[in-house]
């Protein structure tokens, strides 16, 4: 069974920085698009940041400049590098994977747990 697990989460003051990581386990045969997604309170998810199975990346306007995304594809692992953070960035963070459990199959979506961050002096 496939599982994303997300780390990083936490508080952190204005101006500050955080990282996200997210792992995906299990029987994988292959990984395409990665990307995260943000849910603020009161609000709906949302696109924050999302990347190929060959590096190309496309970033939401709000955080453009500010955060990056990367991957490393030995360890199955995508990360958020979030810089400057305000206190609009505070959400549920939830990571995003198009993931294939077998080479007879098509990619499947798959979603982590979530993890807080939370943006306050």
């Known amino acids: 069974q496939v599982q994303l697990v997300e780390s990083g989460g936490g508080l952190v003051q204005p101006g500050g920085s955080l990282r996200l990581s997210c792992a995906a386990s299990g029987s994988i045969a292959g990984i395409g698009a990665m990307a995260w997604y943000r849910q603020p309170p009161g609000k709906q998810r949302e696109l924050v940041a999302s990347?190929?199975?060959?590096?190309?990346?496309n970033y939401a306007d709000s955080v453009k400049g500010r955060f990056t995304i990367s991957r490393d594809n030995a360890k199955r692992t995508v990360y958020l590098q979030m810089n400057s953070l305000k206190p609009e960035d505070t959400a549920v963070y939830y990571c995003?994977?198009?993931?294939?459990?077998?080479?007879?199959?098509?990619?499947?979506?798959?979603w982590g747990q979530g993890t807080q961050v939370t943006v306050s002096s």
């Open positions: 990347i190929t199975g060959g590096g190309f990346t």
């Open positions: 995003n994977a198009r993931i294939r459990v077998s080479v007879f199959r098509a990619e499947d979506e798959y």
